[in-house]
């Protein structure tokens, strides 16, 4: 009964691209345990070191004034929304200047609900070719068509608009901001005039550029003063804020529409209102002081060749990168390899992922040993 399953999962096995769970003893700021080795941690979202930091956590619990529960126990639509819900979702209007905001249970909760609910049928969705599966999953629930233009390529994105873009009702432009695997930014300047011109709603994907970008770390749209131009921006509190969930923000129609229609918002358990209360805390209290550590990271980041905090190092075949990886792990470095179908074939890379805690002196024996790699795959 279990025979084709175990064929896959054999030929997964034979081309380096098998996937197992990683077992890890503790996380401790900017290092992982495993088998009582202690390694850089190069794989992480938590970008400000929020995430698993006792002092921090403390002096959350310490400060609140209230007994939050570990369960809500019903979906958002139910019994599932105590005050603390629509506090965390009107700060999160006030800081974008939104009309309205909803809360979703993580990202991929986010992009799924969002582009499968929208797009009806006689409407379409343009999207960048690299953006997330969670878009891509969300569109193909959606009864809509959609298009996928060449990476972060607007040309190839206005061509697409000039041929399809009057044969459907409404159309969405959707991308990421700092795109989660190349680590790149869009160009959301030319993005808003492309929207404008030919009649769209734009959606842009803050998850990695959220609590990282801009004065106040609303993101890439804050940095380029653009919010107010674009229709939807999501985000996620379960990266740099160090918590979890995720949110979209815009206009009030667009709001109350998901309410109504996106299925991963409707049929989900609210998340537990430890976490609702943690990302405002956090939000409120953390986030404003981050400011300057911010900018050294991506500095860093920029010193190491890319745009943000998240370095690509395209490795090639899965066999090289396993290997590097390995490589890594004995030197003291934790990094996976990234692998299709979460990137394109014959592109497995490292995806070194920064944090305000890493320094360049934390990395350069890394450097090192990965610069062979690099030479061999070019």
Same mark, same amino acid.
């Given at each position: 009964?279990?025979?084709?399953?175990?064929?896959?999962?054999?030929?997964?096995?034979?081309?380096?691209?098998?996937?197992?769970?990683?077992?890890?003893?503790?996380?401790?700021?900017?290092?992982?345990?495993?088998?009582?080795?202690?390694?850089?941690?190069?794989?992480?979202?938590?970008?400000?070191?929020?995430?698993?930091?006792?002092?921090?956590?403390?002096?959350?619990?310490?400060?609140?004034?209230?007994?939050?529960?570990?369960?809500?126990?019903?979906?958002?639509?139910?019994?599932?929304?105590?005050?603390?819900?629509?506090?965390?979702?009107?700060?999160?209007?006030?800081?974008?200047?939104?009309?309205?905001?909803?809360?979703?249970?993580?990202?991929?909760?986010?992009?799924?609900?969002?582009?499968?609910?929208?797009?009806?049928?006689?409407?379409?969705?343009?999207?960048?070719?690299?953006?997330?599966?969670?878009?891509?999953?969300?569109?193909?629930?959606?009864?809509?068509?959609?298009?996928?233009?060449?990476?972060?390529?607007?040309?190839?994105?206005?061509?697409?608009?000039?041929?399809?873009?009057?044969?459907?009702?409404?159309?969405?432009?959707?991308?990421?901001?700092?795109?989660?695997?190349?680590?790149?930014?869009?160009?959301?300047?030319? &993005?808003?005039?492309?929207? +404008? #011109?030919?009649?769209? @709603? /734009?959606? *842009?994907?803050?998850?990695?550029?959220?609590?990282?970008?801009?004065?106040?770390?609303?993101?890439?749209?804050?940095?380029?003063?653009?919010?107010?131009?674009?229709?939807?921006?999501?985000?996620?509190?379960?990266?740099?804020?160090?918590?979890?969930?995720?949110?979209?923000?815009?206009?009030?129609?667009?709001?109350?529409?998901?309410?109504?229609?996106?299925?991963?918002?409707?049929?989900?358990?609210?998340?537990?209102?430890?976490?609702?209360?943690?990302?405002?805390?956090?939000?409120?209290?953390? &986030?404003?002081?981050?400011? +300057? #550590?911010?900018?050294? @990271? /991506?500095? *860093?980041?920029?010193?190491?060749?890319?745009?943000?905090?998240?370095?690509?190092?395209?490795?090639?075949?899965?066999?090289?990168?396993?290997?590097?990886?390995?490589?890594?792990?004995?030197?003291?470095?934790?990094?996976?390899?990234?692998?299709?179908?979460?990137?394109?074939?014959?592109?497995?890379?490292?995806?070194?992922?920064?944090?305000?805690?890493?320094?360049?002196?934390?990395?350069?024996?890394?450097?090192?040993?990965?610069?062979?790699?690099?030479?061999?795959?070019?």
């Amino acid at each position: 009964m279990y025979e084709n399953f175990k064929n896959i999962i054999d030929t997964l096995n034979s081309n380096s691209h098998f996937r197992t769970i990683k077992d890890f003893e503790k996380k401790d700021k900017k290092y992982i345990y495993i088998d009582r080795k202690k390694l850089l941690n190069l794989s992480s979202n938590n970008y400000l070191g929020l995430a698993d930091n006792q002092s921090i956590t403390k002096k959350f619990l310490d400060s609140t004034r209230e007994t939050y529960s570990f369960g809500s126990a019903s979906a958002r639509l139910l019994t599932g929304t105590l005050p603390v819900y629509k506090e965390l979702e009107e700060l999160i209007s006030y800081l974008f200047n939104k009309e309205k905001t909803l809360i979703f249970n993580s990202g991929y909760h986010a992009n799924v609900g969002i582009n499968s609910s929208l797009a009806s049928k006689g409407d379409v969705i343009f999207s960048d070719k690299l953006n997330h599966a969670s878009i891509i999953d969300g569109m193909k629930l959606s009864q809509g068509k959609f298009f996928r233009y060449q990476h972060n390529d607007m040309e190839s994105l206005e061509r697409l608009l000039k041929r399809e873009r009057d044969n459907f009702k409404t159309a969405f432009i959707v991308s990421e901001s700092v795109f989660s695997m190349d680590g790149d930014i869009a160009d959301i300047e030319k &993005l808003v005039e492309l929207k +404008e #011109k030919y009649n769209c @709603m /734009l959606i *842009l994907d803050e998850a990695h550029a959220f609590g990282v970008f801009g004065a106040k770390g609303l993101g890439v749209c804050e940095k380029l003063n653009l919010m107010d131009k674009v229709d939807l921006i999501i985000g996620t509190f379960g990266k740099a804020i160090g918590s979890m969930g995720a949110f979209a923000t815009g206009n009030k129609i667009l709001i109350d529409y998901l309410i109504n229609k996106a299925r991963s918002f409707i049929f989900s358990t609210a998340l537990p209102p430890i976490n609702i209360a943690f990302s405002k805390w956090i939000i409120e209290n953390e &986030l404003p002081k981050t400011y +300057e #550590k911010r900018r050294k @990271m /991506l500095e *860093l980041g920029q010193k190491l060749g890319n745009q943000s905090h998240i370095i690509p190092v395209i490795i090639g075949t899965n066999k090289d990168t396993v290997d590097l990886c390995n490589i890594l792990f004995h030197n003291g470095y934790f990094t996976l390899p990234i692998r299709p179908p979460t990137v394109p074939e014959g592109t497995s890379r490292l995806r070194l992922s920064l944090t305000t805690e890493i320094e360049f002196e934390d990395i350069e024996k890394l450097v090192e040993i990965i610069n062979p790699y690099i030479n061999k795959s070019n």
